[in-house]
């Protein structure tokens, strides 16, 4: 937790027009379909974070291609979320996918993710809105994260 606030990046990984989403293991949100992601360690590039995060996750090595914002919301317990999304594609030399953290996985298109009840979403209302920024091209690039250069 950082100042009051839990920092998450997540990803949406993109391949032939559908998405990679990804049910979770552990309680209490077990079930339900996510993107994969989780929280930012203290001290972690934000980038950095999103592409551990999805190879904790997938086994998945992975190229950020652009950023759809950040999503304030609050989550279970009322904690105070700062969800950092990313769109990526699969790095040429990581084609397969792992069972690490996950119980199952999916590549769905992302309309169906607005479909009311297809899936048992984590956070449906973020993951509606992330889905509707991208299929509205509402992706923004990496630049726009300031990241420390290197000396």
């Excluded at 937790?1 to 989403?21: C, E, F, N, R, T």
Aim: aromatic share 10%; charged share 20%; hydrophobic share 40%.
């Amino acid at each position: 937790m950082q100042h009051g606030y839990i920092v998450v990046a997540s990803v949406s990984i993109i391949q032939y027009g559908k998405m990679l989403i990804i049910k979770e293991t552990k309680a209490p949100v077990a079930n339900q379909w996510n993107f994969p992601g989780g929280r930012v360690e203290r001290g972690e590039d934000i980038t950095d974070a999103a592409c551990r995060e999805v190879r904790e996750e997938t086994g998945y090595e992975i190229n950020l291609t652009g950023t759809t914002g950040v999503y304030p919301f609050a989550a279970t317990g009322n904690a105070q979320v700062l969800l950092f999304h990313f769109t990526a594609e699969i790095a040429p030399e990581s084609r397969r996918l792992h069972d690490y953290e996950m119980s199952e996985y999916k590549w769905v298109p992302a309309s169906e993710l607005l479909l009311l009840n297809k899936y048992n979403l984590r956070g449906e209302a973020v993951i509606r809105r992330i889905t509707e920024n991208l299929i509205g091209g509402r992706i923004y690039p990496l630049a726009f994260f300031n990241r420390p250069s290197v000396t």
